[in-house]
């Protein structure tokens, strides 16, 4: 039986496969997202949602996702099962956050993952345009008008944004979480 992985261990795994620090901030933002979700959606699985949002990324700098996407996804999967950490539920929505890899988001926990990661993404352009570059100072209004602008941070997949409404959250509410939640782990994050 596979170990059930704790946030520190999974911190731990983060730091060996992933060096760049612009990598492991956006994995800080994408964790704390979740967290703020599983609040609203999942509240006794706040720390698996946040692991999940942590590790999403685990394959950055190992899968040769940059001559083949598909393998984004599949690849932290297998670094787990690799680790001692495998855990189909956690696979599937580190997968589905990159439906290239041809698993689709079918989960709340999935949904939330693949909105979760470009909206950290996106927060971060719109603190990236005030005077001082803090997401505290990032109004809800402005991340609105900034998504219905397809030029601004165009690397952004706003369809993917958008599945958030599957969960049963809104898109205005997505917003007010992703701010808080960002703002909460600001140092660490470097907004």
């Known amino acids: 039986m596979e170990a059930k992985l704790t946030r520190e261990q999974a911190n731990d795994l983060l730091h060996k496969y992933v060096k760049g620090e612009n990598y492991i901030t956006h994995s800080y933002a994408v964790e704390a997202i979740m967290r703020g979700l599983a609040k609203r959606l999942a509240p006794d ?5 946040g692991i ?3 590790l999403h990324d685990l394959d950055e700098e190992t899968a040769p996702w940059r001559d083949d996407f598909a393998t984004h996804g599949p690849v932290s999967a297998q670094i787990l099962r690799d680790e001692g950490f495998g855990d189909p539920i956690m696979e599937n929505a580190i997968m589905s956050h990159n439906p290239q890899c041809g698993v689709n988001p079918k989960t709340t926990l999935e949904y939330a993952l693949i909105a979760a990661d470009p ?3 996106f927060v971060k352009a719109v603190a990236q345009i005030y005077p001082d570059k803090k997401v505290a100072s990032v109004k809800h209004k402005s991340v ?6 397809a030029r601004f941070a165009a690397g952004a997949n706003r369809q993917y944004m958008m599945e958030i409404e599957r969960t049963g959250i809104t898109w205005d509410e ?5 701010l808080e939640s960002m703002t909460e782990i600001a140092d660490q994050i470097g907004l």
């Open 119 to 121: 909206m950290s993404g």
């Open 174 to 178: 997505f917003i007010d979480i992703a």
């Open 144 to 149: 609105n008008k900034r998504f219905k602008e």
């Open 52 to 54: 999940c949002g942590l």
């Open 45 to 49: 699985d706040i720390e698996y949602w």
